[in-house]
């Protein structure tokens, strides 16, 4: 073989490989999240009111995962619980052009202010978790049925404490509406028993050290306290070590909501009575697959999508993991 033909020979393969790589490339499927005529995907915010707690870790992350498995590229941003940093988070995400935001406020009426510059901007906010308190401005809130949640957990709490006894209560943020249905839900139970005497009712950010400190506190005042309801999982646990400290673990009946991972151990182990399961993985996929949804020009969609609570106790704790029902996934 002459080397011109040889030369030939090479540039003919050489033509060929090329073709079949381009070919290769354009057989890819295009993610849902792209957009059209567009190499780069869509990007998704996820704004959660903090991760100091491993529930909005597990809200977040299933939120961006969601998103992620839905085609879009998607960021965590912490507010860290403070306002001033929601609101520049959204000044970012508007001024970085994505495409729509799951959010977790840091507070109920401080928050629409945020949600609307979003919505003038033309970039849709889906709600988790926690609520705003308008129907105009989120595109959705998906959002637990916390008020009844917590009429389980009173329910189960006069069968384990009694109809007679003090006892006190942990609150949570207080601009977060959560706080109040919680405890709403709660007494609208337990106050129909007259001798079951709420002695101290204190907040505690939902914040697990300050529980601590709070439940101490509690103690020293209140040493003959049967039974302790949190209002989340964070706060039973910060009672739980002052309860332990105190020598008085094994007297006091501890009531949380939330359903995290420890304490649905703690069940199982007789450290905490029972706690409400609320599904953070079940609300940030459904908040990614609405936007998804609203993305690809389904604007029909409920403004408030209601997700129910389970109660979880030493009876049917083990039947629960991993931030929701065992074995679910």
């Known amino acids: 073989m002459s080397s011109c033909n040889q030369s030939k020979r090479l540039a003919t393969l050489f033509v060929c490989a ?51 498995e839905l085609g879009y590229d998607a960021v965590i ?40 510059r979003a919505k003038e901007a033309d970039l849709p906010v889906f709600c988790m978790d926690r609520e705003i308190n308008t129907t105009d401005a989120a595109v959705s809130q998906i959002l637990s049925d916390n008020y009844s949640g917590c009429v389980a957990i009173g329910q189960h709490f ?56 709070v439940m101490e506190a509690i103690l020293q005042a209140n ?42 151990a703690m069940i199982q182990e007789g450290k905490i009575v029972a706690t409400g399961m609320q599904f953070p993985k079940l609300m940030a996929k459904t908040a990614a697959e609405y936007a998804d949804k609203y993305l690809n020009g389904d604007h029909d969609l409920s403004q408030k999508v209601p997700v129910a609570v389970e109660l979880v106790h030493q009876g049917n704790a083990s039947k629960y993991g991993d931030f929701g029902q065992a074995g679910s996934e």
């Open 18 to 68: 090329l073709a079949l790589v381009i070919s290769g490339c354009r057989s890819e499927t295009k993610p849902s999240g792209s957009s059209a005529g567009l190499d780069e995907p869509k990007r998704v915010a996820v704004i959660v009111s903090t991760l100091n707690n491993p529930w909005f870790v597990v809200l977040a992350e299933s939120a961006r995962d969601s998103a992620i």
């Open 158 to 213: 006069v069968k384990e404490v009694g109809e007679s006894g003090n006892y006190a209560e942990l609150l949570g943020l207080v601009g977060d509406n959560n706080t109040p249905n919680r405890s709403d839900g709660f007494h609208s139970v337990v106050d129909r028993y007259p001798d079951l005497k709420m002695v101290a009712q204190q907040s505690a950010d939902f914040d697990r050290a300050k529980a601590l400190e």
């Open 223 to 264: 040493p003959d306290i049967k039974a302790v309801f949190c209002g989340n999982d964070a706060m039973a646990m910060g009672a739980y070590q002052a309860l332990l400290a105190a020598g008085k673990a094994e007297q006091v009946k501890i009531f949380g909501f939330d359903g995290a991972d420890d304490v649905v």
């Open 77 to 116: 941003f912490d507010s860290q619980n403070d306002p001033s940093k929601e609101t520049a988070h959204f000044d970012n995400v508007i001024a970085s052009g994505y495409s729509a935001v799951l959010f977790n406020p840091t507070d109920a009426d401080g928050s629409i202010a945020n949600v609307r």
